[in-house]
Nanobody, 118 residues
Framework: VQLQASGGGLVQAGGSLRLSCVASGRTFSRYNMGWFRQAPGKEREFVADINESGDITRCAASVKGRFIISRDNGKNTVYLQMNDLKPEDTAVYYC????????????WGQGTLVTVSS
């Protein structure tokens, strides 16, 4: 399985970005997907996830109301729409998928850097 994330960049506080992650190597629609992030000097943390069909989502309290996760199973792609960005959102963002067991997240993309300036 390969996960290719893109869409990161430099944005001013209050701005928006949309991250994309294209998955290949297995049937995308059979697995939930997630986004995590890791800020400098901090541990990787959960941001949001979405179930196989896209009708159930969860997100971290720190991004609730600002970030939206979605997916397009026809394009094997999961998205993270990030609005009202804050400097504390600065991090490398990773998309993630479960392994063969379908439980948890054990497969990771290469990450895309989001930098929010104040």
């Amino acid at each position: 399985v390969q996960l290719q994330a893109s869409g990161g960049g430099l944005v001013q506080a209050g701005g928006s970005l949309r991250l994309s992650c294209v998955a290949s190597g297995r049937t995308f629609s059979r697995y939930n997907m997630g986004w995590f992030r890791q800020a400098p000097g901090k541990e990787r943390e959960f941001v949001a996830d979405i179930n196989e069909s896209g009708d159930i989502t969860r997100c971290a309290a720190s991004v609730k109301g600002r970030f939206i996760i979605s997916r397009d199973n026809g394009k094997n792609t999961v998205y993270l729409q990030m609005n009202d960005l804050k400097p504390e959102d600065t991090a490398v963002y990773y998309c993630a998928a479960p392994g063969a067991s379908g439980i948890g997240f054990s497969l990771w993309g290469q990450g895309t850097l989001v930098t929010v300036s104040s």
